[in-house]
Each structure stands twice: as C-alpha cells, then as structure tokens.
C-alpha cells in the first residue's frame, strides 16, 4: 500500500536520512579523531609524519583490540573490569609454562587460551546466574586476578617478574607472528596492528551482518525482552565475556612476546582505559547501542593524544586531564544522539 | 461470526489453572478456550491475574495444577521458546520491541533469515529488509523507514509491527498483553484494526484488557478474571456490553458506587457552578 504519499511525508522522509547520519554511534568519535588529529599535527612535525604514525599507533593497537571487544561487551549490556588484569594473567601463563617449565612456547600459548576462556566463562556464568551487575562480580575478578597475579608468580619465581621468553622453544615464529614489524612506504610497523584491524573487521561483520549481532544488541537493549521472542540471552552474555577473555590473551600474548618478560602487576587500571575508548566510540554505558569501528577510532583518538603530548613537548602529566575531558564530552555526545534516536514521533 | 459449534479440538485450551507464588493463590480454577478465526479477550482489574494467566499460556510459568492443551493434546512448556514453537506469540505491552534497534532487527529478532555456509553464515539483510516492508505493507502498516529505531514509532505502530511480525512467523495464537492500555483513542483503533486482520487470517487470538470498550467490539468470548478467580465465561451472544463493563468494574460495587455518587449529587441541590476547567 505505498499509495502516493502526500508532500509532506516527502519532507519527512529527507528528515529521517540526515537522522540516520546523526544517530551513527561512530559520528563523535571520527569528529574527535580529526579534532585531535588536527590539532597535534599543527603542534609537531613527527606527529604528522608516517614515522609518527607509526608509533602513535603502536599503542593505540593493543588497547585497540581491547576496546573492540570491550564495545561488544557493552552493548550486550555488561562490563569487564577484569579484563585488563587478565592481559597480565594470560601473559604471565605463557611465560611461567615456557620459561619455568620448559613448555613449547605454542603449547604455552594455548594452555594461556583456555585459562582465559575458564575466566571469561566465570565472569558471563556468574553475571547470568546470580543477575548481579557485571561491574561487581567483574570487580571481585578483577581483585581475584590481581592477588593470583602476584601471588602466583612471587611464588614460582621469587620476584615479581617472569622474563627471558626469548630462549623459549619457538619463540621466533611466535614473534614474527605476534610481535613483529612489517614495512609500508618504507616505515616499518607493528604486526598488532594488523591484529587490530582484524578483530575489528570481524567484529563489525559479526555485529552488523549475523543474526548473533542481531542478538548482541537486543540483550544489551532489553535482555527479557529479547529472551521473550526467543533470543539466547544468557549464552550470548557468556559468549561475550568469553570473547573479551578471548581478546585479552591475545593482547596478553602480544605483549609477552614482545618484551619477553612480564611484570605480575601490568594490566591495572587498563580495564577502565578500555571502557573510556569504547564510550568515545559511542557506546551507551546502559547498553544497547554501539559500534566495534567507533571503539577502534576511540582507541586510535587514546593513541594520538597520548603520543601527540609527547611530540608537542608537553609534560605527559597532561594527557589524563585531556582523556577525562574527552570522556565527559563523548557521554554527553552520546546522550544526545541516544536521545534522538529514541524520540518518539507522534 | 462466531463459530462455537465445531466438534474439532480448540486450538488452545485450559482447564482449572492453579497457580501459587508461596502462599499466595496467583489463579485458581480458570479455563479458557480459543478457536481459530477467533478472539478471546481476558478481562479484570489491576491484580485479577490476567498477567499470571499469560505468562503461563506463553511458557515463562508453568501452572501448579490444571491442564494445558493444543489441538487437544496436553502440552508442557518450559520457556517461551517452546511455546513459540508451537506457534504462540505472545505480545508484551512494554517489551514488544527493543527501542534502540531499527524496525527490520527488532522483526526478526530470534528468527533471523541466513544465508551462507559455515563460519560465512550471515543475517540475509536485504530480504530481511525486503519482507518487512512486504509484511508491513499486507497488513496496512505504512512506516516510513524499516531502518528507523522502534523508539521513534508511536504505542500504536509499535504494537502493530510487533503484530504483524508474531502473524509472518505463523503464530497459530496471538497472545496480546494489553495492547491498547498505553494508547490514545485513535492509536487504540489501529491496534484493534490489526487484531482483526490476525483474527481474520485464521489466528487464534488472546486479547488482554481492562477496557470492556476495547474488548467487546472485537471479542469473540469474555473471561472476566477477579482476585485470581474467574468470574464467568461468556459468549459474544450471552453478554452485553453495559453487562460485561457492569462485571469488570465490580457489579454490585459499582451500583452502590453509583447510588452513593447520585445521592451527593441530590443532596446539595442549587449548587454554586463548578469552577471552570
């Protein structure tokens, strides 16, 4: 029954295309980027060089894996507060198995994996069964995790402090794989970019283009009633804080390999630089409403500012006010454009 | 238009329903039938246990004792799931749709379209896109987007999708969880209109309510619930709509109600006028 509508649903119609443009989720975070981008690239000649983007986006990658995961989590509903202790944790098992044991590095790597699945499966298992909020029993991990953390490998190794993964067996491999560099237009760059890039590829086709994105965002939007026509609410939640433990082994790893050795008490205070990326990518604190390329942009904005204080030749004290600042302005953001979207029309 | 004298087994039966939460009696001693092509509306006050009887019909509780029927084979369910399965929707007044998620998600929500193989298994997007529009458009829904959020329709469009979507997954039975009680008189008209169109296509259809004005126009047969109880069972022909508004609001209550009401208006005659507005 598409009767020729009168003029003015027309206009109504042009309204809601430039709607749907300002309720993208990633529309804050791309305009931050290119603030920021902007703004250190008048400041410092490196920063605007491809040297400089190279290291800017060294880091940005890591927390940019992170963040990706952590924006799936978020728009299912839920939080992680362990997941930055838990890149300490997977990194610290790989290094204890091949360093202490002797492990095939590989073997060290995947005993890493499932110890990092059983945490995740803890997390979503407890959040679901108990109906508590994330944020408390992901807490108690989280404290859980940094107490095993120190005991564990003070216990082992008499310090605080795993390292000389380099003489593991297959380490090489594992470093070019993991660790390594590879050359564009000259410069080289880090291979966990290439990581980045992926996990974000796949985690937006699997948000936008599968039927479990479909479900991601209806239990983080209204888990009772996605579970009401059907959806798996609790074993996608599981499912999620699977994948985030999935991801903090990956990075965990990354870094293990990369500095061959592991401080028991890296990876604090992580978990909430993670969180602040993903919301500057868009992501509603209530759940619901987010993008995996927006929290990518968010970690890549982290990266910019944090390296662009440092080729501007301020003091790197500086960079948290500015992360906080960024922070309050996207929650606001957001709100707006949530608000909008929500609005109804009568 | 009513057609009660089938031999075949209701679509959709119960019979003594119980149900206790602790020490309290949720329901006790209700049945109900629903045909095909026709509309049973459950009707009573706040607290009636028209919820408790809905949520047993869609499978989130099981009742404590009474029998559960389709096609006039005992059934159990275990959660939603199952019922939907066996093909009964259930629309819930306030969790019909996810706000924040575009009209063509929020359809397919729990039965999405595929297509691919393996790992490469995916959403079919563009069909999925395509039947809303299809869809909407057979039942006389005109939205302007299906890529707009279900936060920007109104109460009335909302329940309508939600609607027609339980209709294109072959619901053999409606459930409507108060589908009109949030919504203004023209808005209630247009869910009402849907309700018919479902009834008309062959559904069996659950219409909960507090409105006798909503339920009689469109009702086939009138369960009045009361304090966990039923207060009568009626065919369309065995009730009016003054009687069934009488029975809902209370019968007798509301009479000594309305004689109460009637003589304070008597009993101050030559009244200063009420001030206006």
Known sequence: MTSAAPPVDERVAEISRLRRILVRPELGSVVGAIVVFAFFATQSGVFRSLDGVAIWLDPASTLGIMAVVIALLMIGGEFDLSAGVMTATTGLVVMILATEYGWNIWAAIFASLVVALLIGAFNGVMVVKTGLPSFIVTLSTFLMLQGLNLGVTKAITGTVQVSGLARAPGYDAAKSLLAGTFSLFGVQFRVAILWWIAVAAVATWVLMRTKIGNWIFAVGGNALAARSVGVPAAGTK???????????????????????????????????????????????????????????????VFGMAANGIVFAGWDADWFKLFLGAMLLLAVLTNNLIRRYAEEARR | MTATTTTEPALLEVEDLVKYFGSVIALTGISATVRAGGVTCVLGDNGAGKSTLIKILSGVFRPDRGSYRIDGEPVQFSSPRDALDR????????????????VWRNFFLGSEPTKGVGPLRRFDVASARKIVRAELAGMGIDIRDPD????????????????ARAVYFGARVLILDEPTSALGVKQAGVVLRYVAQARDRGLGVVFITHNPHHAYPVGDRFLVLNRGQSLGDFAKSDISREELTRLMAGGAELDQLAHELDRLGTAAPGPEPAPAG
């Open chain 1, 238 to 300: 599981v499912g999620l804080f699977m994948v985030t433990a999935g991801a903090a082994w990956l990075v965990g790893t990354i870094n293990a390999v990369r500095f061959t050795s592991v401080q028991a008490n890296i990876g604090i205070g992580q978990e909430l630089i993670y969180i602040v990326a993903a919301v500057i990518g868009g992501c509603l604190l209530t759940g619901g409403y987010g993008s995996a390329i927006g929290a990518s942009i968010g970690a890549l």
């Open chain 2, 87 to 102: 093909g009964i929707a259930t629309v819930y007044q306030d969790l019909a749709m996810i706000p924040l998620m575009s």
């Open chain 2, 148 to 163: 707009q959020p279900v936060g920007t329709l109104s109460g009335g469009e909302r329940q309508s999708v939600a609607i």
